[in-house]
C-alpha cells in the first residue's frame, strides 16, 4: 500500500506584505508621537516655580484674555505659552476670564492651569487687621491686601444706605468691624467686604454674649463703644476688665464718664499725654465731660479683648482713675474723689518733671 503524503508549505512573506507591515507600523509610530505629542500639551507640566512656593498671579476683575495672557507672560511662571493658549482656545476659557487671585504650582499642566482660571477657582488671602481707630485707617490697609482701592472701601464704610441694611450708621460702622484674621478673595467688591464684616458681626454676638449685654441693660453697639473707650483708656490688658467695671459704676449711677480718651477724639488728636482744660470745653457729643452717658458710637475700631472685658467686667467700688506715675500704662483707682486727687497730682508732677506740658 503506498501512503500519500500531505505537504504544508511555510507561508513565505513577499515583499509586498512587507512594505505593507512597515507602512502601518510607521503609521502607527506616528500616531503615537503625535498622540504623546497632544498628550505633553494636555497634561504635560507647563509651569515653573524654582522656589517651590507657588507663584501669585493676580488677574483683575472682568479681565480680557489679552490680560489674562499678559500676568502669564509677564509672570515668567509658563515654560510654552503657546501651548497655553492652544488649549484654552479649545476649551473656550477666551470667551469669559474670570478675574482673582490664583497660585501656580510648580509642574502645573496646561490642563490643570486652565480648568482652574475657567473656574475661578482662586485661592483665597488671609486678612488680618487690629489696633486701628477709624475706618479710614481700615480702607487704607484692605486697599494694600485686596484689588479695590481705598476710596472705594471708605465709600462702603460710609454709605448710609448699605448700612441701614444691616443695622448700623456711618458713626456706628466701627461697632461692626471686628479685628480678627480672615480669608476672603482679593476681588472681593467694597460692599461684598462690608456685609461679610456684618455675618462675622452676626456670628461674634452670639446667645451668650448677647444675654450678658443685657444684663448690662446695654445693646451691642453700646458695648462696643464703652469697648472702644477702654481700649483706648489702657494698654493693658490685665487692666481692661477693672477699667470697664469703673464706667459701668458710673453708668449706673448716672455719673458723667469723664473719659480722656473720647475728648482726644474730640480734638482729632490720640497722641496727646495732657488733656487740657479747654479741651475739655469743647462742644461735642463725644464730649463725655459735659453729657452724661455713652456717647454717640464708638471712637475706634474695638477689639475684641476690649468687648469681653465689658461683657465680664469686674465687680467693684471704684469711680475714679489716673494713670500712674511711673508711666508703666496702669492706673491707680479709688473710690473717692479725694484718694483720686492725690492720684492726680501725683500723675500731674511726673509730667511735669518729665516737661510733658501737651
Same mark, same amino acid.
Given at each position: 500500500m503506498v501512503i500519500k503524503r500531505t505537504v504544508f508549505s511555510k507561508p513565505i512573506l513577499n515583499k509586498q506584505a512587507t512594505i505593507l507591515l512597515f507602512i502601518v507600523a510607521a503609521i502607527l509610530a506616528l500616531m503615537l508621537f503625535v498622540a504623546l505629542k497632544y498628550y505633553n500639551r494636555i497634561f504635560g507640566p507647563n509651569v515653573s516655580d524654582k522656589a517651590g512656593k507657588g507663584i501669585e498671579l493676580f488677574i483683575p476683575s472682568n479681565p480680557s484674555f489679552d490680560e489674562v495672557l499678559g500676568l502669564l507672560k509677564f509672570s515668567?511662571?509658563?515654560?510654552?505659552? #503657546?501651548?497655553? +493658549?492652544?488649549? =484654552?482656545? %479649545?476649551? @473656550?476659557?477666551? =470667551?469669559?476670564?474670570? @478675574? @482673582?487671585?490664583?497660585? *501656580?504650582?510648580? @509642574?502645573?499642566? &496646561?490642563? !490643570? *492651569?486652565? #480648568?482652574?482660571?475657567?473656574?475661578g477657582? /482662586?485661592?483665597?488671602?488671609?486678612?488680618?487687621? &487690629?489696633?486701628?481707630?477709624k475706618p479710614e485707617e481700615l480702607a487704607g490697609l484692605l486697599s494694600r491686601r485686596l484689588e479695590a482701592d481705598s476710596l472705594s472701601f471708605v465709600s462702603a *464704610?460710609?454709605? !448710609? !444706605?448699605l448700612l441701614a441694611e444691616l443695622g448700623f450708621e456711618p458713626h456706628t460702622v466701627a461697632a461692626m468691624l471686628l479685628? #480678627?484674621?480672615? /480669608?476672603?478673595?482679593?476681588?472681593i467688591s467694597p460692599e461684598g467686604f462690608v456685609k461679610r464684616m456684618h455675618r462675622e458681626y452676626e456670628s461674634f454676638w452670639n446667645n451668650e454674649r448677647k444675654q450678658k449685654a443685657e444684663d448690662l441693660r446695654l445693646s451691642p453697639i453700646q458695648v462696643a463703644t464703652l469697648a472702644s473707650i477702654v481700649d483706648e483708656e489702657t494698654v493693658r490688658g490685665d487692666e481692661k476688665s477693672r477699667v470697664a467695671g469703673l464706667y459701668l459704676n458710673r453708668l449706673d449711677i448716672g455719673m458723667r464718664l469723664q473719659a480722656d480718651p473720647t475728648i482726644k477724639f474730640v480734638i482729632g488728636d490720640f497722641s496727646v499725654n495732657r488733656i487740657l482744660s479747654k479741651d475739655l470745653e469743647v462742644d461735642s457729643p463725644y464730649n463725655t465731660y459735659i453729657y452724661a452717658g455713652l456717647p454717640p458710637g464708638p471712637i475706634r475700631i474695638p477689639s475684641i479683648s476690649g468687648i469681653? =472685658? +465689658?461683657?465680664d467686667r469686674e465687680t467693684h467700688d471704684y469711680l475714679y482713675m489716673c494713670a500712674k506715675d511711673d508711666?508703666?500704662?496702669? %492706673?491707680a483707682f479709688a473710690k473717692t474723689l479725694r484718694q483720686h486727687n492725690v492720684n492726680a497730682e501725683k500723675y500731674r508732677r511726673a509730667l511735669n518733671r518729665n516737661r510733658i506740658y501737651r
Amino acid at each position: 500500500m503506498v501512503i500519500k503524503r500531505t505537504v504544508f508549505s511555510k507561508p513565505i512573506l513577499n515583499k509586498q506584505a512587507t512594505i505593507l507591515l512597515f507602512i502601518v507600523a510607521a503609521i502607527l509610530a506616528l500616531m503615537l508621537f503625535v498622540a504623546l505629542k497632544y498628550y505633553n500639551r494636555i497634561f504635560g507640566p507647563n509651569v515653573s516655580d524654582k522656589a517651590g512656593k507657588g507663584i501669585e498671579l493676580f488677574i483683575p476683575s472682568n479681565p480680557s484674555f489679552d490680560e489674562v495672557l499678559g500676568l502669564l507672560k509677564f509672570s515668567g511662571a509658563i515654560d510654552n505659552i #503657546n501651548d497655553f +493658549v492652544w488649549l =484654552a482656545r %479649545h476649551k @473656550g476659557y477666551p =470667551a469669559k476670564p474670570i @478675574g @482673582g487671585r490664583y497660585i *501656580l504650582r510648580d @509642574g502645573m499642566s &496646561n490642563n !490643570e *492651569l486652565v #480648568n482652574m482660571l475657567r473656574a475661578g477657582a /482662586q485661592t483665597p488671602i488671609n486678612l488680618t487687621f &487690629n489696633n486701628i481707630r477709624k475706618p479710614e485707617e481700615l480702607a487704607g490697609l484692605l486697599s494694600r491686601r485686596l484689588e479695590a482701592d481705598s476710596l472705594s472701601f471708605v465709600s462702603a *464704610l460710609r454709605d !448710609e !444706605e448699605l448700612l441701614a441694611e444691616l443695622g448700623f450708621e456711618p458713626h456706628t460702622v466701627a461697632a461692626m468691624l471686628l479685628p #480678627n484674621t480672615y /480669608q476672603m478673595f482679593w476681588n472681593i467688591s467694597p460692599e461684598g467686604f462690608v456685609k461679610r464684616m456684618h455675618r462675622e458681626y452676626e456670628s461674634f454676638w452670639n446667645n451668650e454674649r448677647k444675654q450678658k449685654a443685657e444684663d448690662l441693660r446695654l445693646s451691642p453697639i453700646q458695648v462696643a463703644t464703652l469697648a472702644s473707650i477702654v481700649d483706648e483708656e489702657t494698654v493693658r490688658g490685665d487692666e481692661k476688665s477693672r477699667v470697664a467695671g469703673l464706667y459701668l459704676n458710673r453708668l449706673d449711677i448716672g455719673m458723667r464718664l469723664q473719659a480722656d480718651p473720647t475728648i482726644k477724639f474730640v480734638i482729632g488728636d490720640f497722641s496727646v499725654n495732657r488733656i487740657l482744660s479747654k479741651d475739655l470745653e469743647v462742644d461735642s457729643p463725644y464730649n463725655t465731660y459735659i453729657y452724661a452717658g455713652l456717647p454717640p458710637g464708638p471712637i475706634r475700631i474695638p477689639s475684641i479683648s476690649g468687648i469681653d =472685658a +465689658v461683657l465680664d467686667r469686674e465687680t467693684h467700688d471704684y469711680l475714679y482713675m489716673c494713670a500712674k506715675d511711673d508711666f508703666s500704662g496702669y %492706673h491707680a483707682f479709688a473710690k473717692t474723689l479725694r484718694q483720686h486727687n492725690v492720684n492726680a497730682e501725683k500723675y500731674r508732677r511726673a509730667l511735669n518733671r518729665n516737661r510733658i506740658y501737651r
